[in-house]
C-alpha cells in the first residue's frame, strides 16, 4: 500500500518548480524519491564499476552523476548523506522511516527497495577483477585532424552544446575503434547508466527472442492484466509499443516514472493501469510506459535467456540490466554500460544482426526497427521502433538510428558507412548536447573523398 500511496504522489510532483514560489518544505514524498535517487544512483556507479574492474568514487559520482538532476530533487540529493556497505548503499531521509536502501547483486546490478524496507541483503558476492575484451584500433580511414578536432570540440568549447559534460567518446569505423577519448575519473571499465539507450536494448532483446521463435511483434502484447473481455488494449500490438504508438494515456511529456526508477513500485504494479486515449497505432506519444510494457509482455522468455545472456554473446561483459526490487527488468532506462560496450551494441547493427557467423536478430530486423512505419514524432529526428532515425538530416545519411537517452547518451549507428558513434555524457537539466551536428563533422572528417579532395 505505501509504494501505491508514493507512486500516486510522486505522479502528482511538477516538472520543475517555479522560482517565483518557492516552497517552504520538501514533501515526504519528494524527500523519498530524492533519497531513493541518490541510493540507486550511488550504488549503481560504484558497484558496477568495482565488478567490471574499474574504480569510481563518491565524489567523482556526486560531481557527475548528482549534478543537476531534476530541480524539485536536486539541491536535496546533494546535501543528503549516504551510507555505503559491500552489498548495498543507504540514505537516510526521515527521522521515523528506514533510509532508503540499494541492493546490488550479480549480473542484475542495483535494485532500489520499497520506502519502508528493512529486509536483509542477499548473501552474495562482487566478482573479480576482469580485464575488459580486446577492441582491435586503427588510423581513421580519413582526415585524423579534423576527427580529433571534433572529439576535443565535445569535451571542451560549445560547438556541440553550451554547459554540456561529456564523459567519453568512442568511434568505431570498419569495427576497428579510430578515437576514444575520456573525461577525467572516466576510461574503458567505467560503466555509466544508459537512460533511455535502454530502449534500443530493449528493441534488440526482442528481436533476439523473435528470432528464437518466441515472440511476434505484430501480435497483440501478452499483458495478462489486458486478458478481460473487453479490455480494448488488448488489441495493442507489441510493435505499436516499441514504436510509442500504444494510445496509451502518458501523464507527462516522456512519461516519467519516478516512482517506478527511484521510488521503490514494481512495474507489475503500476505501468498495466493506463488506459487509452487514442486508438493504437494512430498517436506518437514517447512514453517510458511503452517500452515497460513491450519488455514485461516478452518477460516470460527471460527464465531461459535472461538480457545478461544477449549481452554476454554481444562480448557486452560489462553491462548490468537492472530490475526493480520485484524482478522486473527496466529495460526504458535502467541499464549500465561502458561505451565499449555500446560500441559492441552497435557493431550488431552494423552486421545486420550477424555475430561470429551466428544470427542473433532476424534478418532485416534493422530495416524493422529504422523504417519510419508507425506515427512520427515532430523535430529533427523520425522514430522508429526502440530507435530515433536521423532520416531528415543533412550531411547525415539517411540509413542512420541512435539509441538516445537523457543526460547526453547516444549510440548512432552509420550502416552505410560502417560507422558507430558513442558519446556518453552527464549532461544537466536543461544542457543538451547536440548529437546531429556531431555526427555530421565526425562522418565528414572521415569522408575519404572530401579528405583527399581537401589536401
Known amino acids: 500500500m505505501r509504494s501505491l500511496i508514493l507512486a500516486a504522489a510522486l505522479a502528482a510532483l511538477p516538472l520543475a518548480v517555479q522560482a517565483q514560489t518557492p516552497t517552504p518544505e520538501p514533501s515526504p514524498a519528494v524527500r523519498a524519491m530524492a533519497a531513493g535517487y541518490k541510493a540507486l544512483t550511488v550504488c549503481s556507479a560504484l558497484k558496477t564499476a568495482q565488478a567490471a574492474g574499474g574504480t569510481r568514487t563518491l565524489e567523482s559520482v556526486e560531481a557527475n552523476e548528482l549534478v543537476g538532476v531534476y530541480p524539485e530533487i536536486d539541491a536535496l540529493v546533494r546535501g543528503m548523506p549516504v551510507e555505503i556497505g559491500e552489498r548495498q548503499v543507504s540514505v537516510p531521509w526521515d527521522e521515523a522511516l528506514p533510509p532508503r536502501v540499494a541492493v546490488f547483486s550479480p549480473g542484475r546490478g542495483c535494485a532500489i527497495q520499497p520506502v519502508g524496507w528493512t529486509g536483509v541483503s542477499p548473501e552474495i558476492f562482487l566478482p573479480g577483477v576482469r580485464v575488459n575484451e580486446p577492441f582491435a584500433t586503427a588510423e581513421p580511414d580519413g582526415d585524423a585532424a579534423l576527427l580529433n578536432e571534433a572529439v576535443e570540440q565535445a569535451f571542451e568549447g560549445d560547438r556541440y552544446g553550451e554547459g554540456i559534460n561529456t564523459t567519453a567518446v568512442l568511434v568505431l569505423q570498419n569495427d576497428r575503434i579510430v578515437a576514444e577519448e575520456y573525461a577525467e575519473g572516466f576510461g574503458v571499465d567505467t560503466p555509466q547508466r ?12 526482442i528481436g533476439a527472442a523473435v528470432q528464437r521463435g518466441e515472440v ?54 503500476q505501468v498495466t493501469a493506463w488506459p487509452l486515449i487514442a486508438p493504437p497505432g494512430t498517436r506518437y506519444r514517447y512514453a517510458n510506459n511503452d517500452i515497460l510494457l513491450a ?16 549481452f554476454r554473446r554481444l562480448g557486452m561483459y560489462d553491462t548490468w540490466a537492472e530490475t526493480d526490487w520485484r524482478g522486473n527488468y527496466m529495460l526504458s532506462s535502467q541499464v549500465w554500460t561502458t561505451a565499449r560496450d555500446l560500441a559492441r551494441f552497435g557493431q550488431l547493427y552494423l552486421h545486420d544482426g550477424v555475430v561470429d557467423g551466428e544470427r542473433i536478430l532476424p534478418e532485416g530486423w534493422r530495416e524493422h526497427v529504422s523504417a519510419p512505419s508507425g506515427p512520427q514524432p515532430e523535430g529533427a529526428q523520425g522514430y522508429g521502433a526502440t530507435f530515433w532515425l536521423m532520416n531528415r538530416s543533412e550531411g547525415v545519411p539517411a540509413d542512420t538510428i541512435s539509441a538516445n537517452g537523457n543526460r547526453g547518451q547516444y549510440v548512432i549507428i552509420v550502416p552505410s558507412r560502417n560507422i558507430v558513434i558513442v558519446r556518453r555524457g552527464e549532461d544537466p537539466t536543461g544542457k ?24
Do not use: C
Not at 519488455?295 to 544477449?310: D, M, R, W
Open 194 to 205: 544508459t537512460w533511455s539507450v535502454a530502449k534500443s536494448l530493449a528493441g534488440t532483446v
Open 216 to 269: 511476434d511483434v505484430n501480435a497483440p502484447a501478452a499483458i495478462a492484466d489486458w486478458g478481460r473481455p473487453g479490455d480494448p488494449r488488448a488489441a495493442i500490438t507489441l510493435d505499436q509499443l516499441m514504436r510509442m504508438g500504444s494510445g496509451l494515456t502518458s501523464d507527462t511529456a516522456g512519461n516519467r516514472t519516478d516512482a517506478l526508477y527511484f521510488g521503490g513500485v514494481g512495474i507489475d504494479e
Open 432 to 455: 543538451r548536447f547536440d548529437p546531429i551536428a556531431f555526427t555530421r563533422d565526425v562522418l565528414a572528417a572521415l569522408d575519404r573523398e572530401e579528405s583527399a579532395g581537401a589536401s
Open 295 to 310: 519488455v514485461l509482455s516478452i518477460a516470460p522468455t527471460f527464465a531461459q535467456h535472461p538480457p545478461a545472456e544477449l
